[in-house]
């Protein structure tokens, strides 16, 4: 914990490396979460890989919501994306993923988060080339 400005700045040292970092809604409670991409290995998977972890801000600590193993496929970039929900006529935050399929080519897909971690939702593109799939990631 850090003092800073005369209020409390809580830090989450990550021993790995990072290839992206986010901030947006990934549970939709109203609050901001932070999404961080990191290169590690897991107890279920010792293959240095592309992760994704999501943290609360919880009265203002830091603290993980979802450490992810893997996603449907390996995982190489994420980002938030939105959604309207009719039902309750509101925007939903999910989360974009570019996976890379055992062709070797990429897929862009839509997870959303479902209590204790994510759920597949649906592929927007499969079997695609690397730049197509950046431009789905940006919309």
């Given at each position: 914990m850090k003092k800073y400005?005369?209020?409390?700045l809580d830090e989450w040292k990550l021993p790995h490396p990072v290839y992206n970092f986010e901030v947006a809604d990934a549970d939709n409670d109203g609050q901001e979460d932070i999404w961080v991409?990191?290169?590690k290995t897991t107890r279920f998977d010792t293959t240095m890989r592309k992760r994704l972890f999501l943290f609360k801000i919880i009265e203002g600590k830091i603290r993980p919501l979802w450490?992810?193993?893997?996603m449907?496929?390996?995982?190489?970039?994420?980002?938030?994306?939105?959604?309207f929900d009719s039902l309750s006529n509101t925007k939903k935050?999910?989360?974009r993923t570019i996976e890379r399929?055992?062709?070797g080519n990429f897929l862009v897909g839509n997870y959303k988060?479902?209590?204790?971690?994510?759920e597949f939702i649906k592929y927007e593109i499969?079997?695609?080339?690397?730049?197509?799939a950046y431009k789905l990631l940006e919309k």
């Open positions: 400005n005369n209020s409390t991409g990191v290169i450490l992810g193993s893997r449907s496929k390996p995982l190489v970039d994420f980002s938030p994306a939105y959604t935050c999910i989360i399929e055992e062709s988060w479902k209590k204790f971690g994510v499969r079997e695609t080339d690397s730049i197509s």
